[in-house]
């Protein structure tokens, strides 16, 4: 145990070693043992491209915290690791690579390009991981999973043909979000939407056998009208009643649709008649339902209109739009065109504008599933934290739509079906060589994959060896907690909590534990477009990742955003190289002594002949505090608070008060008994408080603690400090306390109103009224004397007289005077003083100056002016406060 500890904290060189050293034993994984209760969480699987952001950062921190609390409290702990193979990404990035290598992946053939694909993954595809290992993750790096790994396949596949007998997964023609850049159906969680300035055309539709009489509507998107296949107007809506049922011209077609109704249509937007393009727009397409009505795709999937669009084929849609909308100025059915803002869904992966589009799709039938998953939360089996998103998720599930789960991709699950030339589909668990109904061996499979979503849903049983029966599975199923941002909510947690009641007929955890989104100082959401984005292996490398990770949890509440502040993290800093410097005084005062028992004895011996002084107690009492209440906000989730109370403790009452009132018995080594019962309280706070810390900072306590006196291999395996406020706590001893330190503060104030300087002790007065702090204060005085700076310290009972010429203050049951005479310069003060007045009268004239100059007032901005006014108002106060000093210092 090497005792001497560099005088500076440097992350860097303590960081890695320790990392490696708990790698290196095994620290962060456990086999299964029953003996021991459960504690488990899954990671949300990272992107195989992905690179750690703000997001990840705070993601995996929280979790780390719960999973290392749990831990050292004995659970028996599995933090599941994985990536997510992230279909769509990952494709975008091979074919990027090909590009530049003069290929594309219809060079290579799929077989090749999957090849490709499995390349790149085994030499980038552990970045992230890397990146989590830096920042502390203690996930069981032994266990970790791949979604596209062999025992993870085999669950997609069991999953997806399991849902196609039981009648839930079907195939057909519906409409979905689709890319024309990525040539895919897209999920709802894989298109942005941005408020986009746009137009609103109002266009006039001819009705049928009519003179003149015409009914208006309004779209954003005009090129679409040439799929019209209905105008729909609300059946309450008294202007169109008469029209319900009428055929209207579609302009520039020529073609025959109907004016139907539904309560769908809002009247109050645009004309109060809508355009309905069931092939194009979601809505459109329900409704198309409802009413029968015909589908007419004229957007091809590259994003250009489809070949029956007569002139337009093959123009982008965006030139068609123009081109159309002049044509329909031409022929007189343009009305007018109003600017207006409007949501437009961009591609999460390369911002091009999604198309909504019919195309044949596999589909999850979603309401059976989606029954007993709302049941689970509102029974309050699975319980959200916090509560209030129990009502985001209920809603959001009892409007669910079918899951759309393929996607025209090459990387991913490909999806288990083939078809036969005799019209026959089969879908089955293992390869298909001949037609079951016809014998042909002529079959192919389904080119498309299995959305990235369908397997993470199957995370948290999949990677414990589901559909086999592991021990594991036994032991961490269900899972404790899910940590997630609320992002994600219905894209992920709802998929994982209908797949585990599906086919673990349990539910996937016990709490969902929601964070927010990390802003940026001004609140906004990082990206790269606006530039403001925040790299966190940037802080990590400059401050260290236990800086970081105390930056993202202290000020965190469950479930709301956070700001980013460079200020945060300084002070995250300040507090590391605090906790470091007083650990550094704690070991330099303990040089001579060796063993964990040979304190235990001090202590001991301390407890039997009451040793400990008032300070003793009190920073006792505060400690056992601080160990039950951080223990119950990390119970409770409430990780922010926690960290708060670990600051204030370790901070304010362990370093600038329990360490400066020890010094005086450090010192003293002819007192051995004080001496020994000093150290034993130093070492036996701080090393139990390392511990409390150690979720939170976990490389710094680590360090820390190797040079303490200690027992065990490593601070993640020690045991969680005990509940000890039964015995320890002592409120008299904390109050007395409180009266103690507000004294001294006050004294220390006073002192640096007159400008005493640091070295000169004065005289303190102080008048006891409370009798109970009699006793407390005659037994205490050292600490008046040490910690303010006191020459002496006299007591006065409650019915002395006051003394005269003194500076006053009030703390609860003492009154303290600060006799002035002799401890200043009353003449130097006092110029000092008619100095400062002089100048704080120039200023105030200054700025009376420019408030009565109306040119300045009349081009100024309004902050500005409220500026100056406030600054006036200080300066005021400032000099009625020197005239009173100065008034005071005459009667001396």
Known sequence: MEKNIPTVYDPQAVEEKWYKY????????????KDKKPFSIVIPPPNVTGQLHMGHALDNALQDI??????????????????????????????????KEGSSRHDLGREKFIEKVWEWKEQYGDRIIKQLKSLGASCDWQRERFTMDEGCSEAVREVFVSLYEKGLIYQGNRITNWCPRCNTALSDIEVEHEEKPGNLYHVRYLVKGSQGEYVTVATTRPETMLGDTAVAVNPEDARFRDLIGKQLVLPLVGRLI??????????????????????????????GLRHNLPQIVVIANDGTMAADTGKYAGMDRYECRKILVADLEEIGSLVKVDDHMHAVGHCQRCTTVVEP????????????????????????????????????????????????????LWWGHRIPAWYCECGETIVAREAVTACPKCGSHRIEQDEDVLDTWFSSGLWPFSTMGWPEATEELEQFYPTSVLVTGYDIIFFWVARMIMMGLEFKKEIPFKHVFIHGLVRDSQGRKMSKSLGNGIDPLEV???????????????????????????????????????????????????????????LASYGAAAKEKDYFTLADKWILSRYAKTVSEVTRNLERFELGEAARLLYEFIWNEYCDWYIEMAKARLYNK???????????????????????LHPFMPFITESIWQHLPHDGQSIMVADWPADNSAILVNEDTEQQMVTMMETIKSIRNMRAEVNVPPGKKSEVILQIIASEFQQVFASNLQY?????????????????????????????????????????????????????????????????????????????????IAKEKAKAEEYQEKQTAIRERLAYLATL
């Not at 979603?366 to 998720?393: D, H, N, W």
Request: hydrophobic share 40%.
């Open 670 to 692: 002819e007192a051995v008994q004080d001496r020994n019962t000093a150290q034993y309280v130093l070492w036996y706070v701080l090393e139990n408080t390392l511990k409390l």
């Open 22 to 33: 708990w790698e290196e034993n095994g620290f962060f994984h456990e086999e299964v043992n």
């Open 540 to 598: 990590i490398d400059k401050n260290g990742a236990d800086t970081l990770r105390f930056t993202l949890v202290t000020g965190n509440t469950p479930g709301n955003d956070m700001r980013f502040y460079w200020e945060r993290v300084e002070s995250s800093r300040n507090f590391a190289n605090k906790l470091w410097n007083a650990s550094r005084f704690v070991l330099m005062n303990l040089e001579d002594v060796t063993t964990v028992e040979q």
């Open 357 to 408: 589009l019919v195309s044949k799709q596999w589909f999850v039938k979603i309401q059976s599933l989606a029954e007993p998953a709302i049941e689970a939360v509102t029974t309050g089996a699975i319980q959200f934290v916090p509560e209030r998103f129990t009502k985001t998720y209920i809603n959001w599930m009892e409007n669910i739509r079918d899951w759309c789960i393929s996607r025209q």
């Open 784 to 864: 008046i004397k040490t910690l303010a700076s006191a020459e002496s310290v006299q007591l006065l009972g409650a019915d002395d007289a006051k003394p005269d010429n003194a500076m006053t203050a009030v703390v609860s049951g003492v009154e303290i005077y600060l006799p002035l005479k002799g401890l200043i310069d009353i003449e130097k003060e006092s110029l000092r003083l008619n100095k400062e007045l002089t100048t704080l009268g120039k200023e105030i004239a200054r700025i009376d100056g420019k408030l009565s100059n109306e040119g300045f007032v009349a081009k100024a901005p309004a902050e500005v």
């Open 258 to 287: 109907p004016v139907i109704a539904d309560e769908y249509v809002d009247p109050a937007f645009g004309t109060g008649a809508v355009k309905i393009t069931p092939a194009h727009d979601p809505n459109d397409f329900e409704m």
């Open 66 to 99: 719960l999973i290392r609390f749990r831990r050292m409290q004995g659970y028996n702990t599995l933090w599941m690791p994985g990536t997510d193979h992230a279909g769509i990404a990952t494709q975008i990035k091979v074919e990027e690579m090909l590009v």
